[in-house]
């Protein structure tokens, strides 16, 4: 069982910055996979970022050269720092962990989200 915990969601403004961060129960250096998502609603759940164990990144077109993810494995947090945000950017974001792609530990765990919301 992994849990999520997310923070750093509230009120940004257009062409600001917000870091968001997500502390995990368990060593998230045995976690293969951890991306950040949002949803707006009437929305799709949407990846926008992921980083894996070996160190491979992936950006969503819509946040590539703004968003950046990153872990620290001796805090146990992965944490999207949010540059130039754009009002498109309010949404709930979600940490997710997907433990390993192979098993048992094929398993999808979720943050509750974190609200950010972009004004001008």
């Known amino acids: 069982q992994v849990q999520l915990v997310e923070s750093g969601g509230g009120l940004g403004q257009t062409g600001g910055s917000l870091r968001l ?3 995990a129960s368990v060593p998230i250096s045995t976690l293969y996979q951890m991306s950040w998502f949002r ?10 970022a992921r980083t894996f164990l070996r160190g491979d990144q992936y950006y969503s077109s819509s946040v590539k050269g703004r968003f ?5 494995n001796t805090k146990n947090t ?7 945000l ?3 950017d309010t ?9 390993s792609i192979f098993g048992a530990e094929a398993q999808d765990y979720w943050g509750q989200g974190t609200q950010v919301t972009v004004s001008s």
């Open 86 to 88: 754009k009002t498109d």
């Open 91 to 99: 949404a709930v974001y979600y940490c997710h962990a997907r433990p």
């Open 68 to 72: 950046a993810i990153s872990r620290d």
């Open 78 to 84: 992965v944490s999207l720092q949010m540059n130039n």
């Open 39 to 48: 949803q707006t609603p009437g929305k799709q759940r949407e990846l926008i």
């Open 21 to 23: 961060s997500c502390v």
